[in-house]
């Protein structure tokens, strides 16, 4: 099955930064929107950013000029810059992506796409 893993969590002031990283694992054919959701306690799960394999990204309107989500396809590899965190930022972090697992039945080759989801990193901002 398909990994993905984050890392870069942590706890920082108002103001401060922190960035993100996941790497996604295992096997599959390709890999595309590339994002990053979170939640905080009592909240519904919410886009953050997410970035597809040309390099076209979106935002969440409240990260929007603060946050910085950045891609390296042929290392399975993707970041989110978080520059100038408020305390309202404080939330357990997900990355996640569209994979697509090619399938061989004889001489032919499908594509079968799906969504899969790392197990998380908290980002805390406080004083």
């Known amino acids: 099955q398909v990994h993905l893993v984050e890392s870069g969590g942590g706890s920082v002031q108002p103001g401060g930064s922190l960035t993100l990283s996941c790497t996604a694992s295992?096997?599959?054919?390709?890999?595309?929107?590339m994002g990053w959701h979170r939640q905080a306690p009592g909240k519904e799960r919410e886009l953050v950013a997410v970035?597809?394999?040309?390099?076209?990204?979106k935002y969440s309107s409240a990260v929007k000029g603060r946050f910085t989500i950045s891609r390296n396809t042929a290392a399975n590899t993707w970041s989110l810059q978080m520059n100038s965190l408020k305390p309202e930022d404080t939330a357990r972090y997900f990355c996640n992506a569209k994979v697509t697992v090619t399938v061989e039945l004889g001489r032919q080759k499908i594509p079968q796409d799906f969504h899969s989801w790392g197990p998380g990193e908290q980002v805390t901002v406080n004083s």
């Open positions: 295992g096997k599959f054919a390709s890999i595309d929107d």
């Open positions: 970035v597809n394999r040309a390099g076209t990204t």
